[in-house]
């Protein structure tokens, strides 16, 4: 596993000064950063270097974020932390539902945004709620099986879904606790590492797109249930391998 001082992070953002802040900053704290002024400039570095994070600016001329954050998970699991308006919620759930792991948004301290990197971070190297499966390799719920190892899953019919990084861990966090309902602050701090506001739907747009992988009817789930006023339960039972 690499150290967090070895971590290469990728900042798509048009704003020079805001490109040249975080370079700073994030590189005194230990990163290596590359930066890009736009899609273009975004593609040309990606396939030269591996990143282990991209911070990807939605309002962009050109490609804008969702467009590239759409064109990235198609091809790579790295995580993505998106820079939104910071009052647009619409923004926030686009992103969200594209793939993207988090969201900060703008204007921002700097400080949160490093926050939101080692959180993002550290869940991708932690695998989740590893610990809670104990050693288990491969699991199965319900007619569903997750191969832990090779972070696969294979529908009832043998076929494997593509899950990211974001929809693989709230998926482990479910499985690591079968029937037991789990909040919205629950999801949120175990995804964000922060609780949920009010006002922000981000969870469930997340519950909605792993329902969608799981071929699970959003408005009669058998799989993973909503219950009103409480949170998400897992329903069906889980056994490892």
């Keep these: 596993m690499q150290s967090e001082q070895q971590k290469r992070i990728l900042v798509v953002d048009d704003d020079e000064d805001i490109r040249d802040l975080l370079k700073e900053y994030l590189e005194k704290n230990g990163f290596a950063v590359s930066s890009a002024a736009d899609g273009q400039q975004m593609h040309q570095l990606w396939p030269a270097q591996r990143f282990d994070l991209m911070v990807l600016d939605i309002m962009m001329p050109g490609d804008d974020g969702f467009t590239l954050c759409k064109e990235v998970r198609a091809k790579s699991k790295v995580p993505i932390i998106?820079?939104?308006?910071?009052?647009?919620?619409?923004?926030?759930?686009?992103?969200?539902?594209?793939g993207a792991d988090d969201y900060v948004?703008?204007?921002?301290?700097?400080?949160?945004?490093?926050a939101r990197i080692k959180a993002v971070l550290r869940r991708y190297e932690d695998g989740g709620e590893r610990h809670a499966l104990d050693s288990a390799h491969k699991i199965r719920f319900g007619d569903w099986h997750l191969d832990l190892t090779n972070r696969e899953l294979t529908d009832p019919d043998g076929d494997v879904q593509s899950l990211n990084g974001a929809d693989f861990n709230l998926l482990q966090l479910f499985l690591s606790r079968p029937g037991e309902v789990l909040s919205r602050d629950d999801l949120s701090h175990h995804l964000r590492g922060r609780d949920s506001s009010p006002f922000d739907r981000s969870i469930d747009v997340q519950i909605s797109r792993l329902r969608s992988r799981l071929h699970d009817d959003g408005k009669s789930p058998q799989l993973i249930k909503t219950v009103r006023g409480a949170g998400y339960i897992l329903t069906v039972p889980v056994v490892t391998d």
Excluded: H, Q, V
């Design 82 to 98: 998106m820079l939104t308006a910071g009052s647009d919620e619409t923004d926030r759930i686009i992103g969200l539902e594209l």
């Design 105 to 114: 948004g703008k204007p921002f301290n700097p400080r949160e945004l490093l």
